[in-house]
T-cell receptor, first 115, second 108 residues
Framework: DTGVSQNPRHKITKRGQNVTFRCDPI?????LYWYRQTLGQGPEFLTY????????KSRLLSDRFSAERPKGSFSTLEIQRTEQGDSAMYLC?????????????FGQGTRLTVV | EDQVTQSPEALRLQEGESSSLNCSYT??????LFWYRQDPGKGPEFLFT???AGEEKEKERLKATLTKKESFLHITAPKPEDSATYLC?????????FGAGTTVTVRA
């Protein structure tokens, strides 16, 4: 499978715990995005990487959230001290290098439940 | 800030009953309008990209059109397998801004 891969697919955690998600983009896609989606809503932008550089971070992203993309390949999204409001689907998407407005390819997401 | 509004929120159709979904947008310099399909518990699946007013794209029973203020997704003679949430997104800089989606249910 050469699509965007996200792990784990599901995560249940207790409030206050830290969690980390991984995204493996399509090979040679240099642009990578993280989105969050809650029930009945569209995906909401969290952060954007071009290669290993994090170029933009949403104002909605609290300091408890951090993302990395070492070496411009896979990316991780960490949430510290999770809260019940963090429960959502976390989606990763990648785009190839080149023009800005090519389509983004999404992974299947990581469903986070904070109890 | 880019804004995307989709209507209706939900649409129930009988198999074969054609209909249209609306996506109205406000954006400073449209670089692309995207339609995605999303099945429950899955990530969005790309359908179409439209770049300029007057453009149309087709794929099987789906046809997307674009004007300066809105886009339509027409579903012709839908089948139960067309049941999904259809998401519209716009791009003005580097990211996609999504609407809340229209959930389509097609009954046999």
């Amino acid at each position: 499978d050469t699509g965007v891969s996200q792990n784990p697919r599901h995560k249940i955690t207790k409030r206050g715990q830290n969690v980390t998600f991984r995204c493996d983009p399509i090979s040679e896609h240099n642009r990578l995005y993280w989105y969050r989606q809650t029930l009945g809503q569209g995906p909401e932008f969290l952060t954007y990487f071009q290669n290993e550089a994090q170029l933009e971070k949403s104002r909605l992203l609290s300091d408890r959230f951090s993302a990395e993309r070492p070496k411009g390949s896979f990316s991780t999204l960490e949430i510290q001290r999770t809260e019940q409001g963090d429960s959502a689907m976390y989606l990763c998407a990648s785009r190839p290098r080149g023009t800005q407005h090519t389509e983004a390819f999404f992974g299947q997401g990581t469903r986070l439940t904070v109890v | 800030e880019d804004q995307v509004t989709q209507s209706p929120e939900a649409l129930r159709l009988q198999e074969g009953e054609s209909s249209s979904l609306n996506c109205s947008y406000t954006v400073s310099g449209l670089r692309g309008l995207f339609w995605y399909r999303q099945d429950p518990g899955k990530g969005p699946e790309f359908l179409f990209t439209l770049y300029s007013a007057g453009e149309e794209k087709e794929k099987e029973r789906l046809k997307a059109t674009l004007t300066k203020k809105e886009s339509f997704l027409h579903i012709t003679a839908p089948k139960p397998e067309d049941s999904a949430t259809y998401l519209c997104a716009v791009q003005s800089d580097y990211k996609l801004s999504f609407g809340a989606g229209t959930t389509v249910t097609v009954r046999a």
